[in-house]
């Protein structure tokens, strides 16, 4: 089992930053990859940004989020960090973190059925 636990969000000004952290732990040493997702109201989850566990500067993003958003992580904390920036009122949303188990990084990493963990979620809401 794999423990994911988000913080951060909260009430944002459009414009303005914040970063998500995701806390992993148990069998974390089963991981292979790290996502983000989000889910607006009345809106399917839908992929924001994955690392590879064990390879930090293995990332993915959706093309439309690349530049304002990083997904990085902090090996000796286990934790993954979503940094968000100017951010808009589109972005407003519940951010997900997800553990994957199985190796690979290919166009599965971008789908949620692929994860096997997942965090409560965390609300983001940008103010415009």
């Known amino acids: 089992q794999v423990q994911l636990v988000e913080s951060g969000g909260g009430l944002v000004q459009a414009g303005g930053s914040t970063r998500l952290s995701c806390a992993a732990s148990g069998r974390t040493f089963s991981v292979n990859a790290m996502g983000w997702f989000r889910q607006a109201p009345g809106k399917e989850r839908e992929f924001v940004a994955a690392i590879k566990w064990n390879d930090i500067s293995t990332t993915a993003y959706t093309d439309s989020l690349k530049g304002r958003f990083t997904i990085s992580r902090d090996n000796a904390k286990n934790t993954v960090y979503l940094q968000m920036n100017t951010l808009k009122p589109e972005d407003t949303a519940v951010y997900y973190c997800?553990?994957?188990?199985?190796?690979?990084?290919?166009?599965?990493?971008?789908?949620?059925?692929?994860?096997?963990?997942w965090g409560q979620g965390t609300q983001v809401a940008v103010s415009s």
């Open positions: 997800a553990a994957r188990i199985p190796a690979g990084w290919g166009p599965s990493i971008r789908q949620h059925s692929q994860y096997d963990y």
